[in-house]
């Protein structure tokens, strides 16, 4: 990493409320070169808390893109962080409108030159896109980071209409937990007890919701940019990681927008700027590579990055299973279109005799983070143990070339099932010689999403049928003497939900097929600088813990036949800005099953968060526990949220709530 601390423009920050159409005020901080000519603006939109929590990613690129002669400008949406007004759901109307309102009030400020564009991360990167579809006439370019397309099936709701148990509790916790922090009373006066206790009495889990929809209804189709790509007027870099979950939107995009306003890159990362060093590596020059873009389509300039292959992504090479990398092996490849000319789909039939499929309920708990993010126990260990409890079927890699993929694999699986609901997993594992297996991508299907992922259609029992479905995109090169492996399994806890009485399935090989996207090798001459970013911001971490938690611990009753895993994403401590600001997060999430009972499955979040400013004497803790659990019939959920101001409570409200399980 380098830090640049010399750029052509010197540059200047400022903190202010830009005013919606109806009186709210949003906070804001824009960074501005020092001049005398009005310059683009770029946005970034998100609900993260620009004064602590998103404070130190900020620094390390907002200034950057100053120092190159843009405005560049952080907001915090409606009742987050510092802004006024009443926190509503992920990326509703209400937030998209005041984003539209908020680049048009960019584009009119004397010190901009009426061009605009976006840039975000996950949430950021989604409502970008969004806001793009409605096509503000000042929003001329848009980067979007590790985000998803369909709100439904690629953004941790839903997978291949199987409820994502830990990936859409932890969301709605830390979304319950996030949302009942106050404002800054450094930033919004006294004003912070008023405005916090607006918010408090507004708040809601938003597991209610997720979960009363089921199926891709119109509450997904209307949040999905899928449902609206030819709305979409603005100039697109989409940007993923073969280790962050949203990557097939990038495919989907170079696919589905005009060529002419469009790239895809996609590297070996888990979800994060790709400049950041987190592993797994390489990182590259993500901001010189997004200058470029800002530089073609808010300057006018020619800055090469459409002379670009449509697609630049990674191959990764083969490696043993390890829960980090610090950098993956491979090579950079380009494609000129999507669908490739370069990727042609080559089919292996299972093939033997029928199997009976009938996996324990702990199955998936090696499978790694749903949203890895470079923490030392992200990623999926050894496949061996999750291979014992699925079908599986080998291919040996012939001597030769490797055999690289790119693309999304497919499998077409024959079953016969004889209860109402299941699921079926799918996972390709590259095994070595010395038999390690190396999870390479997976998928999975509902077996009641069968004819679509808004329908919840009944198996008839004992029929047999054949079912069809993806598994995520991925660039992954096999050597020679190696094994390309299928496994098939009926359960993936905590990943996926059980379905209520799940008995498994059985797999007739002889009728089924995997097909793989096979690229053929080519000579690809694609680069990257090397990362560089802005001097970082300073925080500190005074008391780190002596014995922090392990990241991912699995722990079994025997006995009881209970497995218990418990996922500390979070190092804890206490980081210290430079201005004075503590804060402190802790989170325990715990999900727990036995082996044998489907209906046993249950989870639970316990987060802590802590806000202090001694020369302030401001003191706040908010305090949230999160569970599911389930019978025949219901999900059953309850949360809890306690605030304290000093050492007095003022707010405190928990709620029980029964949802039917109408697919899940």
């Excluded at 979007?144 to 099936?153: E, L, Q």
Aim: charged residues 25%; negative net charge.
């Amino acid at each position: 990493m380098r830090i640049r601390t010399d750029f052509p423009y010197e540059t200047t920050h400022a903190d202010v409320l830009v005013p919606l159409p109806d009186g709210t005020r949003l906070y804001a901080r824009i960074w501005r070169p020092v001049t005398e000519e009005p310059v683009p603006a770029l946005l970034e939109y998100v609900p993260h808390r620009l004064t602590d929590a998103t404070a130190p990613r900020d620094r390390q690129r907002h200034p950057w893109y100053a120092g190159h002669g843009y405005a560049c400008v952080r907001v915090d949406v409606r009742g987050h962080g510092n802004s006024e007004g009443l926190p509503g759901d992920r990326c509703d109307a209400t937030e998209l409108a005041d984003g539209v309102a908020v680049v048009e009030w960019l584009a009119a400020r004397p010190w901009c030159d009426g061009k605009v564009g976006m840039i975000g991360i996950s949430w950021g990167g989604f409502n970008s896109l969004k806001i793009a579809a409605l096509a503000p006439g000042p929003l001329k370019a848009v980067v979007t980071v590790c985000a998803p397309d369909d709100r439904y099936d690629n953004d941790g709701h839903y997978l291949g209409g199987s409820v994502l148990a830990g990936a859409m509790h932890a969301r709605a916790a830390r979304t319950l937990a996030f949302t009942a922090r106050p404002p800054d009373p450094a930033h919004v006066g006294e004003r912070w007890s008023r405005l916090w206790a607006e918010r408090l009495e507004a708040l809601e889990p938003p597991l209610h919701t997720w979960l009363a929809h089921q199926r891709r209804d119109d509450y997904w189709r209307h949040g999905s940019v899928r449902e609206e790509y030819g709305a979409i007027q603005a100039a697109v870099l989409a940007v993923g990681g073969w280790h962050d979950p949203y990557r097939d939107s990038v495919l989907r995009l170079v696919e589905h927008l005009p060529a002419d306003r469009v790239r895809g890159l996609i590297g070996p990362w888990s979800h994060q700027y790709p400049d950041r060093g987190l592993p797994p590596g390489p990182a590259i020059g993500f901001l010189q590579e997004t200058l470029r873009w800002w530089d073609q389509w808010l300057r006018g300039r020619d800055s090469g990055i459409m002379d670009e292959p449509l697609l630049r992504s990674w191959i990764s090479g083969s490696h043993r299973p390890a829960t980090v990398y610090g950098e993956l092996p491979g090579r950079w490849v380009g494609d000129p279109a999507w669908p490739s000319p370069h990727v042609t789909p080559v089919v292996y039939t299972l093939g033997g005799a029928p199997v009976r499929v009938d996996s324990p309920q702990h199955t998936g708990l090696d499978a790694g983070r749903f949203l890895p993010s470079g923490g030392d126990g992200d990623l999926p260990p050894d496949q061996r143990a999750e291979d014992a409890h699925s079908a599986v079927f080998d291919y040996p890699v012939p001597d030769g070339p490797p055999l690289e993929i790119l693309g999304c694999p497919r499998v077409t699986l024959r079953l016969r099932v004889d209860v109402p609901f299941g699921q079926v997993v799918a996972r390709l594992c590259d095994v070595a010689p010395d038999g390690s297996s190396t999870l390479v991508t997976r998928g999975a299907l509902n077996l009641s999403a069968r004819e679509g992922p808004d329908r919840a259609d009944a198996w008839p029992l004992g029929a047999t049928q054949d079912v069809t479905f993806p598994l995520a995109a991925i660039g992954h090169s096999f050597p020679p003497g190696h094994r390309v492996r299928l496994a098939v399994s009926s359960a993936y806890w905590p990943w996926l939900w059980p379905q209520a009485d799940s008995a498994g399935f059985t797999l007739d090989p002889q009728d089924s097929a995997l097909s793989l996207p096979v690229r053929e090798h080519t000579a690809d001459t694609v680069v990257f600088d090397e990362p560089e970013q802005a001097a970082p911001l300073g925080v500190v971490c005074p008391e780190p813990l002596d014995e922090p938690r392990p990241e991912r611990l699995v722990v079994r009753d025997v006995a009881k036949g209970e497995w218990r895993l418990e996922v500390a994403p979070r190092s804890g401590g206490t980081k210290v800005h430079p201005d004075g600001l503590e804060v402190t997060e802790e989170v325990v999430e715990t999900y727990t099953i036995e082996e044998a009972d489907p209906r046993s499955a249950r989870t639970r979040s316990d987060w802590t968060l802590r806000l202090h400013r001694p020369e302030l004497a401001w003191n706040v803790t908010i305090t949230t526990r999160s569970e599911i659990a389930c019978d025949a019939a219901d999900f059953l959920t309850s949360d809890e949220v306690v605030c304290r101001d000093g050492d007095e409570v003022v707010f405190h409200r928990t709620w029980e709530k029964r949802i039917p399980r109408t697919a899940g």
